[in-house]
């Protein structure tokens, strides 16, 4: 079955970096446009960024060149590196296939908070 792990999330201070992680595991993983998404509490989930199998990435306009997302087709992983963080973008990060459906499976997300 199909199974995403998230990790990499903490607590940073604004102005700092993460970088996320996720492991997909059960798919044909190199065929996938892959995807960050986020949910800020009482807030719906949203699109952070997206890559395809080609590597071609898209990013949501909040993100203003502060984010980039990679991926490796051998270790069927996606990351997620983010600079320059603020207190807005605390929130529960996920990753999944892109355009996933809010019905499908999701995995538990890394939690990020920003914050002095």
């Known amino acids: 079955q199909v199974q995403f792990t998230e990790s990499g999330g903490g607590l940073v201070q604004p102005g700092g970096s993460l970088r996320l992680s996720c492991a997909a595991s059960g798919l044909l993983f190199r065929i996938y446009a892959m995807a960050w998404y986020r949910q800020a509490p009482g807030k719906q989930r949203e699109l952070v960024a997206s890559?395809?199998?080609?590597?071609?990435?898209d990013y949501g306009d909040f993100v203003k060149g502060r984010f980039t997302i990679s991926r490796d087709n051998d270790k069927n992983m996606v990351y997620l590196q983010m600079n320059s963080l603020q207190p807005e973008d605390t929130a529960v990060y996920y990753c999944?296939?892109?355009?996933?459906?809010?019905?499908?499976?999701w995995g538990q997300g890394t939690q990020v908070t920003v914050s002095s």
């Open positions: 890559i395809t199998s080609g590597k071609t990435t």
């Open positions: 999944n296939i892109d355009h996933a459906s809010p019905t499908t499976y």
